[in-house]
């Protein structure tokens, strides 16, 4: 239970004070099956697996949730090859043309027909509340899955008042800035991953990848213009990650000496190790996004 991307936003004490009820707020939302006519369904399950009571796992101060969706796969083409099949079955019986307005409603139609034959799709995706440093953090790589996550808890609580990133400092900026000078903060190194743009509209883009990014060909790009968008980074030997200009981190990864303490904590209770994936992730991120705080400024909301 390691997560892969971070997508972080904020929120102030007093609405950290007012989770202290959220089991029984999501419970609920709890994810109901699809029904023979819904194309999807979202909800809470339990972080322990989806037959599992329990809706969140809390150790320490940080509380983990899991949002699931049940999704019907029904590929367009077996939906155009029965909408035509339809269609034709209209001109061979009834010698006519079928108009738009008909052809839209024949088309619900056979989607309601087809919907409770379709397989399902399930997919859990994790999030963990900071309730001492303030932090909604979701493992998705994008702002729009981080507002599902969002949106469900709002749904789920009634309100949740929460703060996008906003950063003093220019990522873009300090991104480039890092790259072009080699010179970066205490415990943070040049990764092998970064992508280069002209900011100008329509201008280029250099991706480099397994690349040691201390090369005159990397900075002679810089020196041209191009800004960097991502950029890998090496965070006190313990964990690598790509850093956007949206400071979302993407290819999140916990390095040997991490992953060989958690080996030294292994035990054979499923809830023990989650504790133990949980507690050693949760601090290893906690420090890092103390640094990004640090590094670019990203208050926490004051309460209103």
Known sequence: MFFRSLTFVRFSEAVAESLAELETHLAEKRLRPCGPLDLSTTGFVSPHGRHEEALTHRVGNFLLVAIGEERKILPSGVLKEALAERLRKIAETEDRQVGAKERKQIKEDVLTELLPRAFVDYKRTFAYLDLRG???????????????????????????????????????????????????????????????????????????????????????????????????????????????????????????VVLDELGNSETDSASAKLDARMALMTLEVERLLNKLDEWFGLPRPEDR
């Open 134 to 256: 303030g932090w909604l953090v979701c493992d998705t790589a994008t702002a729009a899955g981080a507002e599902k996550i969002i949106s469900e808890l709002r749904d789920a609580v009634g309100t949740f008042p929460v703060e996008p990133a906003c950063p003093e400092e220019s990522p873009r900026t300090l991104l480039t800035d890092w790259a072009m000078h080699g010179k970066l903060p205490a415990g943070l190194a040049l990764g092998e991953e970064v992508e280069l743009r002209d900011p100008a509209e329509g201008g280029g883009i250099v991706r480099c990848r397994r690349q040691d990014l201390e090369t005159d060909e990397v900075r002679e790009h810089l020196k041209t213009g191009k800004q960097v968008f991502k950029l890998g980074l090496t965070f006190d030997d313990r964990i690598s990650f790509v850093l956007g200009e949206d400071l979302a981190v993407r290819k999140l990864r916990f390095l040997d």
